[in-house]
């Protein structure tokens, strides 16, 4: 039986070849992700704010 019936060429190099680990995002921890989420949502939030103080500036002391 032909080796490439069991399984592609390229599929046996990748197996070969293919890190022992995951990739970091894909097997990342639960503490990983809740970490991202806060630096999402805070900037999101500093982003916002600043905005909104530019806007208020702006309505405020109008040039």
């Known amino acids: 039986m032909s080796e490439n019936i069991v399984a592609p060429f390229w599929y046996r190099q990748f197996l070969r070849f293919a890190p022992d680990t995951p990739p970091p995002l894909f097997g990342a921890s639960r503490a990983y992700w809740a970490a991202e989420t806060f630096k999402?949502?805070?900037?999101?939030?500093?982003?916002?704010?600043?905005?909104?103080?530019?806007?208020?500036?702006?309505?405020?002391?109008?040039?």
């Not at 999402?40 to 109008?62: E, K, N, R, W």
Request: charged content about 0%; overall charge neutral.
């Open 40 to 63: 999402l949502a805070f900037s999101i939030g500093v982003v916002l704010t600043l905005v909104l103080l530019a806007f208020a500036h702006h309505i405020a002391a109008p040039a």
